[in-house]
């Protein structure tokens, strides 16, 4: 059964940093794409950031862009999303979700779509103070 675990949310002032990550197992890996969404109260699930084996492409939503970096780690199985410069819009539940079923191509365009994952992780809470 697909686990995915994620880690180092917590609290931070406007304009610091944070690393989250998401370590995920119980599947067999060839290749595969990993992303992270973030939810608030009352508000839709939305994608924040994308990341597939082959050839490490990367994915962004434009309110993120240039603030935050998504990577493997070692093992591509785990991921990171390094977040600087935040804000308190960034305040959110943040959560791992692992693509196994849609071909790279595929995912360029659809890296955003809840249903383009096939596994979801539990979620780690941010909260950025102003």
């Known amino acids: 059964q697909v686990q995915l675990v994620e880690s180092g949310g917590g609290s931070v002032a406007a304009g610091g940093s944070l690393r989250l990550s998401c370590a995920a197992s119980?599947?067999?890996?060839?290749?595969?794409?990993m992303g992270w969404f973030r939810q608030a109260p009352g508000k839709e699930r939305e994608a924040v950031a994308g990341?597939?084996?082959?050839?490490?492409?990367?994915y962004y939503a434009d309110s993120v862009k240039d603030r935050f970096i998504i990577s493997f780690g070692a093992a591509k199985n785990t991921t990171h999303l390094a977040m600087s410069g935040v804000k308190p819009e960034d305040t959110s539940m943040y959560y791992c979700?692992?693509?196994?079923?849609?071909?790279?191509?595929?995912?360029?365009?659809?890296?955003?779509?809840?249903?383009?994952?096939?596994?979801w992780g539990q979620g780690t809470q941010v909260t950025v103070s102003s």
């Open positions: 979700a692992l693509s196994t079923r849609v071909p790279y191509l595929v995912y360029a365009q659809m890296w955003y779509m809840t249903r383009a994952y096939d596994s």
């Open positions: 119980g599947f067999a890996y060839i290749s595969n794409c």
């Open positions: 990341i597939c084996t082959g050839g490490s492409r990367t």
